[in-house]
C-alpha cells in the first residue's frame, strides 16, 4: 500500500468531517473572492463621484462578508479539532490491541519499544492533517473560483490559469517522489537517534567510562550527519519548489500588470476591474504558496503514516475460531513431528518433535544454549506456531480451540519478561475483580513476597517504574511468579523464575510449586538443578532435537 492510498484511508474514516471541512471551506472561498467584486462596485460607485445608498450597503455587505467567513473558519477549526482528537485515540488504540496479538515472528528483527516510539508519529499526522484540510481545500478552492471569475473579465485570463495548473502539474511530477523519497529517509535517522539516545538512557552506567562515553557521542555523531543529510536533501527539494514558485510569481505580476494596464488602456476593462482582478490574482497566487509550502506538511503527513503502517501492517494472531467459556478440567498437551524455524534463521529452532504431557506432570527440560529449550515452552504455551506438524490440547489443534480460554489456565514467565509501569496490585492481579483478598494474600505468601510489601509505605499501591527498576531483580521475579499462580492454572510454563533469587528463596518456592496439594503441571527450563530433583520427568534438547525423554 502507497503512503498516498494510506492517507486515502485515513481520510476515509471521517469522510464526514473531511466533506463538512471541504463544504465550509467552499463557502470561505466564494465569500473571500466576493471582496474583490464589493471593491470593484464600490470603486465604480466612487468614480461617479456620488455617494448613495448602494455605495453604504456594499461596504456593509463586503463587511459582513469579512465576518461571515471568519465565523466559517473559526466552524472548521472546530470540525478539524474533533478529527485530531479522534485520529489520536483510534491511533493509540490501534497500538494497545495490536502489540499483544503480533505474530512473534513478526516481531523477531525487532525491538517492540523501539516500534512503539513510532505511535508519537500520531501527533505529526493530527497536526498536519489538520493543517492540510484548512489549508489545501481552501486554497484550491480559491485557486478554481479565481481563475474562473478572472476568465469572466477577459479570455487572456484564462491563460493565466493554464500556466498555473501547468506550474502546479511539474511542482508535483518531478519533484514529488523525490520529496517524499528524501522525508522517508529522513525520519528513518530520526528514530535511529532517538533509538541510540534511548540506549544510552538504559545502559547509563555503561556509558560512564570515558572510553565508553567517547563511543556513545562518537555513534551519535554519526546518525546525526546521517539525518542532516538526508534532511537537507529534502530541504533542497522543498527549497526547488518554492523557487518555482517565485520565478512564476514574477514573471505572471509582471506580464499581468502590464497586461491589465494594456486593457484599460484600451477600455477593455474598467479600472475597478482592473483593481478586482489584481486582487484575485494575489488571492490566487497567495493560494498557490500556501499549497507549496505547505508540500513540506504533505510530506511529513504521508512519512508519518507509513511509519505507523509499519506496525499497523506486522500480522497478527489468528481469532480463534471456537469459543468456549467453560474451563477444562484436566490438560493433555500433545506434539506431532514438530518443527519450527525463525524468521532469517537457516536451521531449525525445533525439529521432529513428538511428545505428549498428561495433567500433573512435572517435567524439567534441560539443554546447552541454543538447544531449543525456550523455543519449546513457549511453542508449548500456544505463543508460538508451528511450521510444520500439530500442537494438540485436549485432542483439539491450538488453531482450532480457544486460545484465549487455554491462555486463561495457564501462568506464564517468559525469560525477559519485567514488571510493567503500574502498582504492584495492577502487575499481580491485573485490576481483576474476581480475584479475592484471600487468593492474593495466598499468592504473595506463597512467593514469599508478603514480607517485602509490608516494608512498604503504600504496601500493594505502591508504583513500579518501567522494566520494575526500583525492584530488587529477586522481588521482581516473585511478582512475576505471584501473577502466574493467582488465577491457579491447570499448567505452568515457566523459564529460569527464580534465578535471581537466594538459594533458601528459590529452594522454598519450588516446593511450594510441587507441593503435593497442587494438581496443576509445571513444565520447567531452568539452570538451578533443585527444579530437577523435583520433576518427575525430564527432557534433554540438542540442536533442536529431543534426544532424551524419560522418568526421574
Not at 500500500?1 to 471521517?14: A, V
Not at 538526508?230 to 512564476?248: A, D, G, M, P, T
Not at 490438560?331 to 534463521?345: K, V, W
Amino acid at each position: 500500500m502507497t503512503p498516498l492510498q494510506r492517507f486515502y484511508n485515513l481520510l476515509k474514516l471521517d469522510k464526514k468531517d473531511v466533506y463538512q471541512i471541504l463544504f465550509y471551506a467552499a463557502f470561505a472561498g466564494l465569500i473571500s473572492l466576493s471582496l474583490p467584486l464589493g471593491i470593484q462596485a464600490i470603486i465604480n460607485f466612487i468614480q461617479s463621484g456620488q455617494v448613495s445608498i448602494s455605495w453604504i450597503v456594499l461596504i456593509v455587505v463586503v463587511t459582513v462578508g469579512v465576518a461571515f467567513g471568519g465565523i466559517l473558519s473559526l466552524m472548521q477549526l472546530r470540525i478539524t479539532e474533533n478529527l485530531q482528537q479522534k485520529i489520536f485515540v483510534r491511533s493509540s488504540f490501534e497500538f494497545a490491541w495490536r502489540f499483544p496479538k503480533i505474530k512473534p515472528d513478526e516481531l523477531y528483527n525487532s525491538y517492540p519499544p523501539e516500534l512503539a516510539n513510532r505511535f508519537f508519529d500520531t501527533l505529526s499526522i493530527q497536526k498536519g492533517v489538520s493543517k492540510l484540510l484548512l489549508d489545501f481545500s481552501s486554497a484550491l478552492l480559491q485557486i478554481s473560483f479565481g481563475i474562473i471569475l478572472l476568465s469572466l473579465y477577459h479570455p487572456f485570463f484564462i491563460l493565466f490559469g493554464l500556466m498555473l495548473l501547468i506550474l502546479l502539474y511539474f511542482i508535483f511530477k518531478f519533484s514529488f517522489a523525490t520529496g517524499l523519497d528524501t522525508s522517508m529517509k529522513e525520519s528513518k535517522f530520526k528514530y535511529k537517534v532517538a533509538y541510540w539516545i534511548q540506549e544510552i538512557a538504559r545502559n547509563s552506567s555503561s556509558f560512564k567510562r570515558q572510553l565508553n562515553f567517547d563511543y556513545a557521542l562518537t555513534k551519535n555523531d554519526n546518525l546525526v550527519s546521517d539525518y542532516i543529510n538526508y534532511r537537507e536533501k529534502h530541504f533542497n527539494v522543498i527549497k526547488k519548489q518554492f523557487s518555482q514558485l517565485i520565478i512564476f510569481k514574477v514573471i505572471i505580476t509582471a506580464t499581468l500588470l502590464s497586461v491589465g494596464g494594456y486593457l484599460v488602456l484600451n477600455q477593455q476593462m474598467n479600472i475597478g476591474q482592473f483593481v478586482a482582478a489584481e486582487i484575485i490574482i494575489l488571492l490566487v497566487i497567495n493560494s498557490v504558496e500556501k499549497i507549496i509550502i505547505g508540500l513540506e506538511t504533505f510530506y511529513d503527513v504521508l512519512t508519518s503514516i507509513e511509519k505507523i503502517g509499519g506496525v499497523t501492517d506486522l500480522g497478527i494472531e489468528e481469532p480463534s475460531k471456537v469459543k468456549n467459556t467453560t474451563p477444562q478440567k484436566n490438560i493433555t498437551l500433545e506434539m506431532d513431528n514438530i518443527r519450527y524455524r525463525f524468521p532469517d534463521s537457516d536451521k531449525d529452532a525445533l525439529n521432529n518433535i513428538s511428545l505428549c504431557i498428561n495433567p500433573g506432570e512435572k517435567i524439567y527440560i534441560s539443554g546447552n544454549n541454543g538447544s531449543g529449550k525456550s523455543t519449546l515452552v513457549r511453542m508449548l504455551a500456544g505463543y508460538l506456531k508451528p511450521d510444520y506438524g500439530s500442537l494438540y490440547i485436549n485432542d483439539g489443534r491450538l488453531n482450532r480451540i480457544d486460545k484465549d480460554l487455554y491462555r486463561s489456565q495457564t501462568g506464564v514467565i517468559i525469560q525477559g519478561e519485567s514488571p510493567f509501569e503500574g502498582t504492584i496490585l495492577e502487575n499481580i492481579t491485573f485490576n481483576d475483580p474476581t480475584i479475592t483478598p484471600e487468593t492474593l494474600r495466598w499468592a504473595l505468601d506463597s512467593v514469599r513476597l508478603s514480607s517485602f510489601i509490608k516494608t512498604l509505605p503504600q504496601g500493594l499501591d505502591t508504583p513500579i517504574y518501567p522494566d520494575g527498576r526500583q525492584l530488587s531483580t529477586s522481588n521482581a521475579q516473585k511478582i512475576l511468579l505471584a501473577r502466574s499462580i493467582i488465577h491457579k492454572p491447570k499448567i505452568l510454563f515457566l523459564e529460569d523464575p527464580t534465578d535471581k533469587m537466594d538459594e533458601p528463596t528459590a529452594k522454598a518456592i519450588i516446593d511450594f510449586l510441587f507441593a503435593e496439594e497442587h494438581e496443576w503441571t509445571v513444565i520447567v527450563s531452568s539452570v538451578n538443578h533443585y527444579w530437577k530433583s523435583r520433576c518427575s520427568r525430564q527432557i534433554i534438547m540438542n540442536n533442536g532435537e529431543i534426544v532424551e525423554d524419560f522418568k526421574l
